[in-house]
Structure formats: structure tokens, C-alpha cells
């Protein structure tokens, strides 16, 4: 059996995944896990990594009716009556992103020493330099260069980027 992409309605990803583990079919919905300013405020928020997709593991001349027709599908990915399969090594690679709370956290690629910009939050805009990683590893260190001034921040990795 392959894996096969479905296109959702808006928000119905949940819904498609939870319809379809019912009818004992292995369904991938990968999450991911990051913090969003809401109300003046970085809360955590949990969103669809592919947003209105899921993945699926089907032998389509079984169960593609079953799948196109249950509730929240918009389609099956591919031509009519003949889906394209997804690669197994896709889904592992997005598989192996996934941190031991099951969801997918994405994290910058920063190294000590790298000239950095903040993105988000009150300080975007600010350039400095990565200094060190928290013990909690999402936290971290930046060396702010200002007008005559060098501030040490600590800061949500997210919010940065590589220069």
C-alpha cells in the first residue's frame, strides 16, 4: 500500500483524520507546535503543518471511493480514479521532524557566533549575535548591537534568523 495525499476542506483535517482511523486506515496528520503573539501575548498554538492535507496509506481500488467521499475530503490528490502516490521517503522525512511531544517544532539552523535578525516580537527588526543556547532549547541568547550600546536579550529561537 502507498501513501496518498487528501485535500481537506479548511480546518477539517482533524475531523478527515479521526473519520478515516475509524475505518482502520493509517492516516499521518503532522502538527506543528510554535508560538504566535495573540491578544499581546506569545501563546503556544497548534496548526496543520500542510494546511487542508493529510496523508493516507490505501490501496486505492479498495477504499478510494470511501476515502473521497468521507466527510471533509475535498479530493484525493492526483487524476480521477487514479491518486498519485505520496513517496515513503516524504513522509519519513517529516516523520523524523516530529519532537517526542508529536509534534513538528521548527527551529532556525544557528550556530554561535552567526550574525542574526530578530523577526518577531517587540525587538523585531534588531540585529546582534547569537550568543548560546538555554537549557530550555527553544530559548537563547542574542547579543544586541545598538547605538552605543550592547544588550544581552534572551529570546525565543524562532523569532530568529540567519543573516
Not at 499581546?40 to 500542510?50: D, L, T
Not at 515513503?88 to 535578525?117: F, H, L, M, Q
Not at 547605538?147 to 529561537?157: D, M, S
Request: contains cysteine; hydrophobic residues 35%.
Amino acid at each position: 500500500m502507498n501513501w496518498y495525499a487528501i485535500y481537506t476542506k479548511p480546518k477539517q483535517e482533524d475531523r478527515v483524520e479521526e473519520n478515516l482511523s475509524h475505518a482502520s486506515l493509517e492516516v499521518f496528520n503532522p502538527k506543528l507546535k510554535r508560538k504566535k503573539l495573540i491578544r499581546g501575548r506569545y501563546e503556544c498554538v497548534i496548526q496543520p503543518f500542510f494546511p487542508c492535507y493529510i496523508f493516507v496509506r490505501f490501496e486505492p481500488t479498495h477504499h478510494y471511493h470511501m476515502v473521497k467521499y468521507t466527510r471533509g475530503v475535498r479530493n484525493i490528490v492526483g487524476n480521477p480514479g487514479s491518486p498519485w502516490p505520496v513517496s515513503e521517503e516524504i513522509i519519513d522525512i517529516v516523520k523524523s521532524r516530529i519532537n517526542e511531544d508529536g509534534y513538528i517544532v521548527i527551529r532556525p539552523d544557528i550556530k554561535v557566533g552567526n550574525s542574526v535578525e530578530i523577526i518577531e516580537g517587540p525587538l523585531k527588526g534588531f540585529v546582534g549575535i547569537f550568543d548560546k543556547e538555554m537549557k530550555d532549547r527553544d530559548r537563547v541568547i542574542v547579543l544586541l548591537n545598538t547605538i552605543e550600546y550592547q544588550a544581552t536579550v534572551e529570546i525565543e529561537r524562532e523569532f530568529l534568523k540567519n543573516l
